[in-house]
């Protein structure tokens, strides 16, 4: 059930990956070969590329592979470089939070003023509140990643230049 929990994004990010490439191939499929399209695949990948985007951020920030430049950062000792690399997580973290505060205050505005789809007439709010989701899977594993950069050593540092 760990193993569940630590790759949840992963799961979400390859299942909607997989489903939204099908969905596309049978929307071509249906279009080119049937000469009849279906409107509501276009909405669904739409809405599956706004999650597949904040969760990838995710899992991004869980592997510690968002881009960096060290340029200057690795030219620093390796006190200077912890302390980069905690900011840097301290940021991240920010901005989870802040991807959560106005995800939640902008899907209640949609749930609110009663927003649908324009294909599918789903309340847009369904959709938006994938992005507060989202913006909380970030900031904890921006703790999470904050956490592990704490226990570092200076010595791990020094590998880096090795």
Known sequence: MKNFWNELEDNICGILLLVMMLLTCVNVFARYVLLSSMPFVEELTNAGLIVL??????????????????????????????ACELLGNLMGIIFGLIILYFGIKMSSHEFTLGLKTSGMQWPEGAFGAMIPIGGAFMAIRYCQLFVRTLKKSASDYEKKEA
Not at 73 to 81: L, V
Request: charged residues 20%; hydrophobic residues 45%.
């Open 53 to 82: 985007s904040i969760a990838g951020a995710a899992v991004a920030a869980k592997r510690g592979a968002h881009l960096g430049l060290t340029l200057l950062t690795e030219r620093f000792s390796p006190k200077g470089q912890k």
